[in-house]
């Protein structure tokens, strides 16, 4: 039982029935989220307990204190509040976003697969719906039963057991937890690639999901796949995916990077960082842990993981000789990327094209080697004086993605790490090797994305994004930003989603994410919802820009809502529904406030839109007088032509004697 004296409510978010309602309360000095059920609220609403906003805490938004999983009921008078059943069983975040459903587009194929594509259908208050690109998985289906434990239903089994080129592997280390899953790998001479399929002419279970979820045609999506322009980084073994594609004539995708650098806190923990960042609309994610546990953590992630999952496997191979890069080798690399790729990894970065010949050119650079993968290999390489074992070993890491279709994405090891450092030598040198690379592993059926910058003034993007296209023959590009400005130190989710929209537009395939803390700390669950909506703004401002079809109908529907004083549309359209509302209620509370023609930022009296639309309802009443006049002048004009024609239709007529 939690005593709570006093407590002042402040606001309620209204959230479809299903879900919760979240309110601010005060106790004592502290501020806590309290979470009630949305019988409890009624029932406080309707007694005598009211929104008290003469105690309202100002200047602190909920989403701070999100990690309070427990609910409570309040007994109006007695003020106390006591804990319920949480709000999910796992601890991971549960339910649709506010004035959304969860809907699926389904189809049986031929050859048996079930698809089962996910869309998140906005219901707009005149009772239409709006249709928009979800990724969140089953965490925001309320039918969906969700157990963490058990992972996610596998979906692509039925697409995987048709393929002959399969068959079941031992794994090197066992699966752990409860999780029950075959661990696939292809033939010994056989490949599995979306790649190698999209060149033999065959449409995938995986493509025709991707065509359905992009409104595109599936030969489409095989001709990008085949050509190498997209991938559809889906692992074998990740048979919880819900595909999706990268590449430059699809939306532009963003990723997340999640991951602790220090001890686990716990399974749940990490399973709803992917869940977090997913939910706002991360398309990947990238687990970097570097903990102990890593094996552990990654298996429960993936097991729990709807969207694609990439690894830098030279963290744990770093691991595995306690963190001295000169003792890495080849085998122990070689091992940790079969782990991983049991697993169901789908991509690897790799920074094969940090070679011993660039070390050197990033001698007299103001931040030097800023990328971990590029000073571990550097830092190898200068011990051994040897060229980059991934660089020596690329055909037999060919091998192991192509056995288990897991996709490249070539490391920048030497991307530039501050705005002095942009576009130079070592740069562009490491990003020409990355071409060669991409072709070579296309001999092999691998699907391939290249990494890119980093720190890059405005002036200097486009020209990255040119010679990638031109060197690594327009195979994706997946870049970090890149930052636009080096001087906004816990501002640079903003320096690098500059840049981000500009490289985007120009035709990068898929955006990395950069928080606020960015070089200052680990990032916290805030600083990823930060991160994540920034970079969903970078993308679709790409795709608005490149024309991408459809991309506008959301601004337009957004716009119109807007315009109409639809407050409760605008705010279930946006990227961030809860933090709108929040925004505008902080000084106009209340359901009165939600029909308002006006809000408190140009007040009732200057409001533009409203002023507009009093001008419009003048303009069509003047039009309406202007149009009575008309119509008697008209009716006028048809009684005199009538009596001319029964006076006989003579000009001239005689005047009538008496
Ligand atoms: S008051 Fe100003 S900001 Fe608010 S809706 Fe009207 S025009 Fe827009």
Redo the contacts with the bound molecule.
């Keep these: 039982m939690h005593s709570v004296p006093a407590f002042y409510l402040r606001t309620a978010l209204e959230l479809p029935e299903s879900a919760y309602r979240w309110v601010w309360s005060q106790k004592r000095s502290e501020t806590l989220l309290l979470r009630f059920r949305v019988s409890t609220w009624n029932e406080l609403h309707r007694g005598a307990l009211e929104p008290d906003t003469a105690h309202t805490v100002v200047g602190k938004r909920y989403e701070s204190t999100y990690s309070i999983y427990q609910s409570f009921s309040c007994t109006v008078g007695q003020l106390e509040a006591q804990p319920m059943q949480p709000e999910t069983s796992n601890k991971v975040t549960l339910g649709p976003l506010p004035g959304s459903e969860k809907r699926y587009l389904q189809k049986t194929r031929n050859d048996g697969a079930e698809l089962r594509v996910p869309f998140r259908q906005v219901r707009l208050s005149d009772d239409s719906c709006f249709p928009l690109y979800d990724c969140s998985g089953p965490f925001t289906d309320p039918a969906a039963e969700i157990d963490v434990t058990q992972g996610l239903q596998q979906v692509r089994l039925s697409y995987l057991n048709q393929r002959e080129e399969l068959t079941e592997e031992v794994r090197s280390i066992g699966m752990p937890g409860q999780f029950k899953r075959k661990t696939l790998v292809a033939r010994a001479g056989k490949r599995c690639t979306q790649m190698h399929y999209a060149r033999k002419g065959e449409i995938t279970p995986e493509m025709e999901f991707v065509a359905l979820r992009e409104n595109l045609e599936p030969e489409f999506v095989m001709n990008e796949v085949s050509r190498g322009r997209a991938i559809i980084p889906a692992n074998v073994n990740h048979t919880e995916l819900e595909p999706m594609a990268i590449g430059r004539n699809f939306l532009v995708k963003i990723n997340a990077n999640i991951g602790n650098s220090a001890v686990r806190s716990s399974i749940e923990d990490e399973v709803e960082k992917m869940v977090w960042a997913t939910r706002w609309g991360a398309d990947t994610i990238m687990d970097l842990s570097t903990g102990k546990d890593i094996h552990e953590t990654r298996e429960w992630i993936i097991r729990n993981s709807p969207v694609p999952v990439g690894t830098v496997p030279i963290y744990q191979a770093l691991e595995k000789v306690d963190g001295k890069p000169e003792e890495l080798t080849w085998e122990i690399y070689r091992d940790t990327l079969i782990e991983q790729a049991q697993q169901g990894v789908d991509y690897f970065t790799i920074h094969a094209g940090v070679l011993l010949r660039f070390v050197p050119t990033t001698a007299a650079r103001v931040t030097g080697i800023v990328s971990r993968g590029g000073s571990i290999m550097a830092r190898w390489m200068l011990a051994h004086h040897k060229e980059n074992f991934l660089y020596t070993h690329w055909d037999d890491i060919c091998e192991i993605m192509a056995a288990y279709d897991i996709s490249f994405s070539i490391g920048d090891g030497l991307r530039p790490g501050s705005i002095a450092d942009a576009n130079d030598e070592a740069q562009f040198g490491e990003l020409k090797v990355q071409g060669d690379l991409t072709r070579r592993a296309w001999e092999f059926d691998v699907q391939v994305m290249n990494e890119g910058p980093g720190h890059v003034p405005m002036n200097k993007i486009k020209e990255n994004m040119d010679r990638q296209l031109e060197w690594c023959d327009e195979a994706p590009f997946y870049t970090l930003g890149p930052l636009t400005t080096d001087i906004a130190p816990g501002y640079d989710h903003i320096t690098s989603a500059i840049g981000a929209a500009m490289i985007g537009w120009y035709g990068t395939a898929m955006l990395c994410y950069v928080t606020p803390k960015e070089h200052l700390g680990l990032p916290d669950k805030e600083d990823v919802r930060q991160g994540v909506v920034t970079y969903k703004i970078a993308a679709h401002a790409a795709d608005l820009a490149k024309g991408h079809p459809g991309a506008q109908l959301r601004d337009d529907a957004l716009s119109r809502a807007r315009f109409e004083f639809r407050w409760k549309d605008q705010y279930n359209l946006s990227l961030d529904p809860e933090r709108a509302r929040s925004f505008h209620d902080e000084t106009l509370p209340g359901e009165g406030s939600s029909v308002a023609h ?2 408190s ?3 009732p009296k ?5 002023i507009t639309h009093q001008i419009r309802k003048m303009q069509s009443e003047e039009n309406n007088d202007a149009n009575a006049e008309n119509s008697d002048a008209a009716a006028g004009m048809e009684q005199k032509s009538r009596e001319f024609l029964e006076m006989g239709g003579k000009i001239y007529v005689a005047d009538q004697k008496e």
């Design positions: 006006f809000c930022m140009c007040g200057f409001c533009s839109m409203e």
